[in-house]
């Protein structure tokens, strides 16, 4: 008897796993297939990063570092960037949402923009100074300060429209 909840407790992180690759996957290529718009066409907003800060802080959905690497490894080759790069960054996401320091100030929506910002920023710093020194090159930084700065506009209107949902549940069980 007791083998069988062992089966099932298996399958059952399996099927969160798969799970979490599938979203992740698809946000993945949401946001590439956003290069197609005029406003992104210099660079896209990391909606990936957002994710994953969503899920590890207000969720308390942690994916494993396993489904990150193979999601941005992944993404490396179908896009054809330097590989490794991507699931670096995502990796460096969560080990930096899971292991901030500002879990015990993190109470309201401005301390969440701050936390993800510290986080985002020190992630993608490591992973550009990465291709900086892998590619030998400064790239153009008019795309950089694009992708950064719309990836920080994109976070407070995500975070409030998961705050209006779990808002709008609670109404509607009481």
């Not at 959905?61 to 993404?75: A, C, D, K, R």
Request: aromatic share 20%; proline share 3%; net charge positive.
């Amino acid at each position: 008897m007791i083998k069988n909840y062992i089966i099932t407790h298996y399958l059952n992180g399996f099927s969160k796993n798969f799970i979490y690759l599938i979203f992740l996957f698809f946000i993945i290529n949401f946001e590439k297939s956003l290069s197609f718009f005029s406003l992104f066409k210099i660079a896209t907003p990391s909606l990936i990063s957002i994710i994953i800060f969503i899920f590890i802080k207000k969720l308390n959905m942690v994916p494993s570092y396993f489904i990150l690497f193979l999601v941005g490894f992944i993404n490396d080759i179908i896009i054809g960037s330097s590989l490794g790069t991507t699931p670096i960054f995502l990796l460096l996401i969560k080990f930096f949402s899971v292991g901030l320091l500002f879990d015990n100030v993190n109470k309201n929506d401005q301390q969440d923009w701050i936390s993800f910002t510290v986080t985002f920023l020190v992630s993608f710093c490591i992973v550009f100074f990465i291709n900086i020194i892998l590619n030998s090159s400064i790239p153009d930084l008019s795309p950089v300060f694009y992708y950064v700065g719309t990836t920080l506009i994109f976070f407070p209107i995500i975070n409030l429209s998961i705050n209006f949902i779990f808002f709008i549940k609670r109404l509607l069980k009481s």
